[in-house]
């Protein structure tokens, strides 16, 4: 039967009506919790990645961030305690003191006074140039924290202590993000099960073909003409590091960067290329061309440090960063690492396996038949120089100029 009532019956009228206003205020309701998701999330997303751009960090509120304040690919992430009870001491082989008086003002600001987690650095002497180990001699006694140790190993395993977390720093490390050593202190602390933490080295190890992705690696070439030295036609002085004061490379068209490229001249910069996708840079010969250089050869060393230097003016040096990778299938560098004393010797033993240029692997067996867990943070960067690969090529380069510039207006503190 129909219903008794018309559709013009006041009550059906009043009744269609309110069940439109009822379908339109839920409507509404769940628009505006959409829009409260929507944007809370974002708001999420920016606080964890980079909470430098809100004027408070939400996540505060909801988790402790004075306990896990490092995220990946921030750059302003919140200080981090140092642990009550864990003594941190840095071990430092020392190779070159052009290098190591670089890496010094990073020391000093990881150091315990300085609101660092460092409590002593230990320099172990890899040389025996005179001049650096004196050089050497009148640095430590600036510093009470600092010291020498008197083994001549590449790492004094005498001297670690049981209890005592240790963080392995190469005297060639030319560049530190603040939050570092901090990052991989605190992986360590919280990943019972890893022998060692390894820092995220620029291009080192496994690293090397993340860090060679189109968009990290940029397409650099060497200046061919010592004329171009002028700092009058280029408007870059040698204590200048900004990428973006240097000129575009200019050279032949054919130009290619082969396989044991000589250097130009000494002192030679390395240049932006403006036309990308040429496979003229060291790096795309490497991978496309037979005729290439090898990843290990310099020319793709300085491309990278070159690159670098680029993303850290740009301020995109997130794009060489990741959370964390666990025994990745390569090796790993072994420039930068934490790991407890107790393992120091279980160290020793894998350190032992292989030259000290191929790092640390997880394809090793230790005397136990264990495999040992290595893990590489990617939250905070080092920069390493290292020119052993050629004597005449890295050190042909203004680069270390370069890292000294920065460091000394960035990083150094007034002189001790």
């Given amino acids: 039967m129909g219903s008794l009532r018309g559709a013009d019956d006041v009550e059906t009228i009043g009744e269609q009506f309110e069940s439109r206003l009822f379908r339109k205020h839920y409507l509404i309701k769940g628009l505006l919790w959409a829009v409260l998701l929507y944007g809370s999330l974002v708001l999420s997303i920016i606080a964890y990645c980079n909470p430098a751009l809100l004027p408070f960090n939400p996540l505060s509120y909801v988790f402790n961030i004075e306990v896990s304040p490092f995220f990946a690919f921030s750059q302003g992430s919140e200080y981090f305690p140092k642990p009550h009870g864990v003594r941190i001491v840095a071990l430092v082989p020392f190779h070159y003191h052009e290098r190591t008086a670089i890496l010094d ?8 006074q300085n609101r660092g987690l460092l409590d002593q650095v230990v320099f172990i002497p890899q040389t025996d140039d005179a001049f650096s180990l004196q050089w050497l001699d009148a640095l430590v006694q600036k510093t009470p924290e600092y010291a020498i140790s008197v ?22 490390v030319v560049f530190l993000e603040d939050h570092t050593i901090p990052t991989i202190v605190k992986t360590r602390l919280e990943d019972p099960d890893s022998l060692m933490i390894s ?35 280029n408007g870059q002085s040698h204590s200048d590091w900004h990428a973006s004061n240097l000129p575009l490379w200019n050279g032949p068209a054919a130009f290619v960067i082969e396989k044991e490229f000589r250097p130009p001249f000494q002192g030679h910069r390395w240049l932006p290329v403006a036309e990308e996708g040429l496979d003229r840079d060291p790096i795309a010969s490497a991978m496309r061309r037979e005729t290439g250089p090898s990843l290990q050869e310099w020319t793709v060393s300085a491309q990278h440090h070159y690159s670098f230097l680029d993303h850290l003016e740009s301020n995109t040096l997130s794009r060489y ?55 590489i943070d990617g939250k905070g960067l080092a920069s390493h120089y290292s ?30």
């Fill in 151 to 172: 083994g001549e190993d590449d790492m004094d395993w005498k001297f670690t202590q049981a209890n005592v977390l240790y963080v392995r720093i190469d005297g060639d």
């Fill in 105 to 112: 003002c990073y020391l000093q600001n990881n150091l315990v």
């Fill in 321 to 375: 960063k990741f959370p964390l990778w666990k025994n990745p299938p390569e090796a790993v560098s072994s420039t930068l690492g934490c790991f407890w004393g107790k393992d120091a010797a279980a160290l020793r033993e894998l350190y032992g396996q292989q030259t000290a240029s191929e790092g640390l692997s997880t394809i090793w067996t230790a005397s136990d038949g264990s495999h040992p867990n290595i893990t």
């Fill in 387 to 416: 020119a052993e690969m050629a004597v005449a090529g890295l050190d042909s380069t203004d680069l270390l100029e370069r890292y000294h510039a920065y460091a000394q207006e960035n990083v150094c503190r007034p002189t001790r």
């Fill in 199 to 233: 820092a995220n080295v620029m291009s080192e190890g496994a690293l090397s073909s993340l860090h060679s992705h189109h968009g990290v690696a940029l397409p650099y070439l060497p200046e061919l003409d010592e004329a171009d030295q002028d700092p009058q036609t």
